[in-house]
């Protein structure tokens, strides 16, 4: 069953440091979030894409994050600037089509020192 | 705005006992979706169940049912027949509906359940 991919699983960065989180979504999916994950709190929604833009952003994703979709396979989210609050697991999901389920990522755990 | 409850932190039960985890919604929109995602302890969400807002029917797929009551806005999930791989925190969430490139999940705190063997 195909499935959504994120790398690294773990990342371990100095905190100022620009950050990374790659994501292959499943390859007909149309529509694209990233979400997180603070440790032992609930999935907060980040950040939605849609035909090559940003659909919705949450209060979370400030100006520090951005989104990209560099090519028709990878779906990035990175952070510029990384603060100690930013320690957290990191999902990305996908969809094929509006109404349909996401399917997540096994996540990205983000380790800020 | 969207909230999920989930009352229940956390549950424990002995293997085989049935357990019910609770849910309840808040929104404006006249159409949406609810689901449910399980968490194991390895860390990834995994889709059980999506319902839509106007379709009440009560769902049941193996040892796993779930009980749609809109009228509570309640989205309730049944294990019975509980088993320890059911051990996982268990999130509900929501979404308006035909939102185009934007479903964005609202989730519950979550419940953590444990099965004891």
């Known amino acids: 069953e195909p499935e959504v991919t994120q790398t690294p699983s773990h990342q371990v960065t100095q905190m100022g440091q620009e950050v990374i989180l790659r994501c292959v979504p499943i390859?007909?999916?149309?529509?694209f979030y990233w979400y997180r994950q603070i440790l032992g709190q609930k999935v907060e929604f980040l950040v939605s894409?849609?035909?090559?833009?940003?659909?919705?952003k949450s209060e979370i994703f400030d100006d520090q994050f951005s989104v990209e979709r560099p090519d028709g396979s990878n779906f990035t989210l990175k952070i510029r600037s990384t603060k100690l609050e930013d320690s957290a697991m990191y999902f990305c999901?996908?969809?094929?089509?509006?109404?349909?389920?996401?399917?997540f990522g096994d996540g990205t755990r983000l380790s800020i020192l | 705005a969207q909230k999920v409850t989930q009352a229940q932190t956390e549950i424990s039960v002995v293997e085989k006992e049935d357990v019910t985890l609770d849910c309840v919604y808040e929104?404006?929109?006249?159409?949406?979706?609810l689901f449910w995602y399980k968490q194991p302890p390895s860390g990834e969400l995994v889709f059980l169940i999506r319902?839509?807002?106007?379709?009440?029917q009560n769902e049941i797929s193996g040892r796993y049912s779930w009980n749609f009551q809109k009228s509570t806005s309640s989205f309730n999930f049944t294990i019975t027949a509980s088993q320890v791989v059911d051990s996982a925190v268990y999130f509900c969430?929501?979404?308006?509906?035909?939102?185009?490139?934007?479903?964005?999940?609202?989730f519950g705190t979550g419940t953590r359940l444990t099965i004891i063997p």
């Open positions: 390859s007909n999916h149309l529509y």
């Open positions: 929104t404006r929109d006249t159409t949406y979706y």
């Open positions: 319902r839509n807002s106007f379709d009440e």
């Open positions: 894409f849609y035909n090559n833009e940003i659909s919705e």
């Open positions: 999901a996908s969809s094929d089509r509006a109404g349909q389920p996401q399917h």
């Open positions: 969430a929501l979404s308006e509906a035909f939102n185009f490139g934007n479903e964005k999940l609202t």
